[in-house]
């Protein structure tokens, strides 16, 4: 957790300075925002589900994404944010960690969280935290 918890701390800091990315971030964010992030990047990476029992479930986490319109531009900043992230957070010199990271990152922001582009009240009210592996996404996982 404490490498997530920083990974989390970087892609904040760079998002909330970042010029698509920073709008989303302009009209105010939870003080425990970082936390949250860290939590949902360890369910999702197999950890524990300490992010659905402690905090929402993935409904929430679309919920807040939803409803904005399509906006690729941003999307691809906010990937490019949590690539270099990922390489500056002090993680292990593991390339195959990174790219596992990287990976997850960008297909969540291309395919879970911006999925209800038009309303949020479109959005399911069952949707759980995807997992992801190694090799990619795990079907069927909760």
Same mark, same amino acid.
């Given at each position: 957790?404490?490498? +997530?918890?920083? @990974? %989390? #701390?970087?892609?904040?800091? @760079?998002?909330?300075?970042?010029?698509?990315?920073?709008?989303?971030? /302009?009209?105010?964010? !939870?003080?425990?925002? &970082?936390?949250?992030?860290? %939590?949902?990047?360890?369910?999702?990476?197999?950890?524990? %589900? #300490?992010?659905?029992? !402690?905090?929402?479930? =993935? /409904?929430?986490? *679309?919920? @807040?994404?939803?409803?904005?319109? *399509?906006?690729?531009?941003?999307? &691809?900043? #906010?990937? !490019?944010?949590? %690539?270099?992230?990922? =390489?500056?957070?002090?993680?292990?010199?593991?390339? &195959?960690? !990174? =790219?596992? @990271?990287?990976?997850?990152?960008?297909? /969540?922001?291309?395919?879970?969280?911006? /999925?209800?582009?038009?309303?949020?009240?479109?959005?399911?009210?069952? +949707?759980?935290?995807?997992?992801?592996?190694?090799?990619?996404? *795990?079907?069927?996982?909760?």
């Amino acid at each position: 957790m404490p490498a +997530l918890r920083k @990974l %989390a #701390a970087v892609w904040h800091d @760079l998002a909330v300075s970042a010029p698509l990315v920073g709008h989303a971030f /302009s009209h105010g964010y !939870r003080d425990d925002h &970082e936390e949250r992030l860290a %939590a949902y990047l360890a369910e999702a990476l197999g950890g524990p %589900a #300490a992010y659905s029992e !402690r905090y929402a479930d =993935q /409904s929430h986490i *679309v919920r @807040l994404h939803s409803g904005n319109g *399509v906006h690729p531009e941003m999307d &691809e900043e #906010a990937i !490019r944010i949590f %690539a270099d992230a990922v =390489q500056t957070a002090g993680l292990p010199n593991d390339r &195959e960690l !990174r =790219q596992t @990271l990287k990976d997850f990152w960008a297909w /969540s922001m291309r395919t879970r969280l911006n /999925s209800y582009p038009d309303s949020k009240d479109d959005v399911p009210g069952d +949707l759980t935290v995807p997992r992801w592996s190694w090799n990619g996404p *795990v079907e069927g996982a909760p």
